[in-house]
């Protein structure tokens, strides 16, 4: 093939390959003008977000034991001051405290409930 033979025929390619580029940007304006991007990232979100909670239901069924001892400990995490002062109680003296351990703690915190 000679040169200028295989120039014009990159020539046509290349103008091919623009004609396809243009067509293909066309339809995604087109697209766009449809439907703007706002719509279609909330519906990517939306399909993700269904995704997201599909896959958590399905752990979540599959694994109920796991996710049972796991939502305990997050609630006895909270939880925990109530539990500690209760069994405190449980076990705490009923004796009156020492003289004057009241009024000292008080000056060195003020902010103490005492």
Do not use: C
């Amino acid at each position: 093939m000679t040169p200028e033979a295989q120039l014009v025929e990159d020539r046509d390619l290349r103008d091919a390959a623009l004609r396809l580029f243009k067509q293909d940007l066309a339809l995604v304006r087109a697209d766009l003008h449809e439907r703007g991007i706002g719509a279609r990232l909330a519906d990517r979100i939306g399909d993700g977000t269904l995704d997201m909670v599909e896959d958590a239901a399905a752990y979540a069924e599959a694994n109920r034991g796991k996710v049972a001892a796991a939502l305990a400990a997050i609630v006895l995490w909270f939880a925990r001051g109530p539990i500690l002062s209760g069994v405190a109680g449980l076990f705490a003296d009923d004796e009156p405290e020492p003289d004057g351990i009241g009024a000292r703690l008080k000056a060195i915190n003020p902010f103490s409930r005492e």
